[in-house]
């Protein structure tokens, strides 16, 4: 799902090296230009198997994804054909894998603790919410993924400059350092990027997303 207002070379499309291990996730925009430089091939995942496009072959096969499929893909026009956006390409000359840790930011913190308070369980608006250290600074907290969770206003006010248990609130998950990009998982429960999965299950994951 595209977000609104957002166009269609918006959407994300997985990159995976020669060896099919995940890379990266860059935007449709980016994907076409390696298509169309030769450096990158199409990889669909089609009844349990990988199959391989270059984007002459892609644009060959869009007529059936059209009349098939069209709720699975995102489309883009051009004036002489319509094109579905791939959701994976793999990289025709590149087999290493990035060693960059996963960043702890805002971003990714609520993506972990899927914009959920941490402590009344409901779900608000990253407008809504604020970064809670559970052992407060005040009392000699870091920043860190083990000590940072969502809180909305309200408890977060509540809980002030306390623990959790000086506050007498508990939390409802303990916090975690995610193996991967939080986001990714996010992606993964829609159903148009399930074919990401193959790759992402095993994967250490740590590219941030740039959405």
Same mark, same amino acid.
């Given at each position: 799902?595209? @977000?609104?207002?957002?166009?269609? !070379?918006?959407a994300?499309?997985?990159?995976?090296?020669?060896?099919y291990n995940?890379?990266?996730v860059?935007? @449709?925009?980016?994907?076409?230009?390696?298509?169309?430089?030769g450096s990158?091939?199409?990889?669909?995942?089609?009844?349990?198997a990988?199959?391989?496009?270059?984007?002459?072959?892609?644009?060959?096969?869009?007529?059936?994804?059209r009349?098939?499929?069209?709720?699975?893909?995102?489309?883009?026009?051009?004036?002489?054909?319509?094109?579905?956006?791939?959701?994976?390409?793999?990289l =025709?000359?590149?087999?290493?894998?990035?060693?960059?840790?996963?960043?702890?930011?805002? #971003?990714?913190?609520?993506?972990?603790?899927?914009?959920q308070?941490?402590?009344?369980?409901?779900?608000?608006?990253?407008?809504? !919410?604020?970064?809670?250290?559970?052992?407060?600074?005040?009392?000699?907290?870091?920043n860190?993924?083990?000590? =940072?969770?969502? @809180?909305?206003?309200?408890?977060?006010? #509540?809980?002030?400059? #306390?623990?959790p248990?000086?506050?007498?609130?508990k =939390?409802?998950?303990?916090?975690?350092?995610?193996?991967?990009?939080? @986001?990714?998982t996010?992606?993964?429960?829609?159903p148009?990027?399930?074919?990401?999965?193959?790759? =992402?299950?095993?994967?250490?994951?740590?590219?941030?997303?740039?959405?």
């Amino acid at each position: 799902m595209i @977000a609104a207002g957002a166009s269609v !070379l918006d959407a994300r499309v997985l990159v995976i090296n020669k060896l099919y291990n995940a890379v990266r996730v860059v935007d @449709a925009r980016r994907a076409f230009t390696m298509l169309c430089k030769g450096s990158a091939e199409i990889i669909s995942v089609e009844a349990g198997a990988y199959v391989s496009y270059s984007l002459h072959s892609w644009s060959e096969v869009a007529e059936f994804q059209r009349s098939f499929e069209h709720e699975q893909h995102d489309w883009v026009t051009t004036p002489r054909l319509v094109l579905a956006v791939p959701k994976i390409i793999r990289l =025709l000359g590149y087999d290493r894998l990035p060693r960059e840790p996963v960043k702890l930011n805002r #971003r990714n913190i609520y993506a972990r603790d899927h914009s959920q308070c941490q402590y009344c369980g409901k779900n608000f608006s990253t407008k809504e !919410l604020t970064l809670d250290h559970v052992v407060p600074r005040v009392q000699g907290g870091e920043n860190s993924w083990i000590n =940072l969770v969502c @809180a909305c206003v309200r408890c977060n006010a #509540r809980k002030g400059g #306390r623990t959790p248990t000086q506050a007498r609130m508990k =939390l409802i998950r303990e916090p975690i350092k995610p193996r991967r990009n939080p @986001a990714i998982t996010l992606r993964l429960g829609s159903p148009k990027y399930q074919s990401w999965k193959a790759f =992402l299950d095993e994967a250490y994951w740590t590219v941030e997303l740039q959405d």
